[in-house]
């Protein structure tokens, strides 16, 4: 009996670290070492630690989205193939974003090891917050941490689970990737229409890497995650549309904080997506995805004619393979949000090189609408 509790005891140990190990690799390292790669051209101001996680964060469902369909479609039991495949291309990328972030220290003249040679002067010019801006900023906080903990202690069910989460379920569990009916268990052939989205293969990936069940990453971990970054794009759109440091900023944030706990006017508001839904695809795409790509539009309309900053044009790129990631419908509703306001921006500001770069970062959403019609 003593033998077998020792057994369980370190059963337990050893499933605790690896789903600390697990969240820390897919939440934090892979983000924010991945980050760095998309911050070319970016003022100082602009690195910021939320941008760098939303860059690093989108950046990693892309490679999983490119990843994750071939495989689909190649291989039926490719669950252990795919998992190997992202966390090799995982850390790749992340090796590449820290030699960057280590090369543009050494050429600001920051050290890694040493003392910051103008840490001193920087120090000097942070302006702390007034004590009305510091009241903005706590309700803000205070709004966004209770709706995560009313999403982690009240998660709610909804009928889309009996398919999207199940898929995740069974690809984790089996090793099956799109391949069994969830509805009956039994086998069937790839489902087109829904397998292309590969969001629920993600979250048997996040279950694999974790050992968390993949109906406890959908409806307990994931709104952890997901509704602060949701408020993080919010954050960079205050910032581009007032300025950095602009009490309106955390006014701004306050009053889509209340627009979202108070939206639940039907079930098919934005709202009720983003607090009762939170894992899927479609309120990711919503909330998340659309909203990334209009920060990214303000961003690139905002640059100067003749300096285009790279970094927000590949995020862009990113951004569309991910609403592929999402929903079918994601690429078609992302290239058309970029059409018409590049359309309406190069007639406005006389840039038709602007149109031209945009309708260039709408080619993953072609390439994905051309193999979903020759699959279909």
């Known amino acids: 009996m003593t033998l077998r509790r020792a057994f369980m005891r370190d059963g337990v140990k050893t499933a605790m670290v690896q ?3 697990g969240i820390l690799f897919v939440f934090v390292l892979a983000p924010c070492c991945i980050g ?20 690093g964060f989108l950046a990693q469902l892309a490679v ?71 009241v903005f900023w706590g309700i803000a906080l205070l709004l966004i941490g209770f709706q995560m903990a009313m999403s982690y202690l009240y998660a709610s069910f909804d009928g889309d689970d009996a398919y999207y989460v199940v898929q995740s379920v069974l690809a984790d569990e089996t090793g099956v990737l799109n391949r069994i009916r969830p509805y009956t268990g039994l086998s069937t052939d790839l489902d087109i229409r829904h397998a292309l989205a590969a969001l629920p293969l993600w979250i048997a990936y996040v279950a ?80 998340l995805v659309l909203l990334g790509v209009f920060w990214l539009l303000l961003e690139i309309l905002g640059e100067e004619k003749k300096k ?17 990631m999402m929903t079918s419908m994601g690429t078609f509703l992302a290239a058309l949000l970029i059409g018409i306001v590049g ?23 072609v390439a994905y609408l051309v193999l979903l019609l020759l699959l279909s």
């Open 208 to 287: 694999r890497m974790t050992g968390i069940h993949a109906a406890i990453v959908a409806h307990t971990l994931l709104p952890l995650v997901l509704i602060p970054l949701t408020y993080a794009v919010y954050f960079l759109i205050g910032r581009r549309l007032f300025g950095a440091g602009d009490k309106r900023v955390p006014l701004f944030l306050v009053l889509a904080g209340l627009m979202q706990i108070w939206g639940n006017t039907s079930i098919y508001t934005n709202a009720t997506f983003f607090l009762m839904r939170t894992w899927q695809g479609k309120s990711i795409l919503a909330n």
């Open 36 to 55: 760095p790669l998309f911050t070319t051209g970016m003022e100082r101001d602009g690195r910021s630690l939320s941008r760098l996680y939303l860059a």
């Open 64 to 134: 999983f989205q490119l990843i994750a369909v071939p495989v689909m479609i190649l291989d039926a039991f490719g669950m252990d193939r795919l998992v190997y495949l992202t966390n090799g291309a995982l850390l790749l990328l992340m090796a590449a974003g820290v030699c960057r972030a280590a090369c543009r220290l050494r050429r600001e003249g920051l050290s890694l090891t040493g003392t910051p040679g103008r840490l001193a002067d920087r120090v000097r010019q942070i302006r702390l917050p007034g004590r009305t801006c510091c």
């Open 19 to 21: 789903k600390a190990f």
């Open 343 to 365: 359309l309406t921006a190069a007639v406005r500001q006389k840039r038709a090189a602007l149109l031209i770069r945009l309708g260039l970062c709408c080619l993953p959403n």
């Open 308 to 324: 285009p900053v790279w970094g927000f044009w590949a995020l862009l790129v990113t951004a569309n393979v991910v609403s592929a």
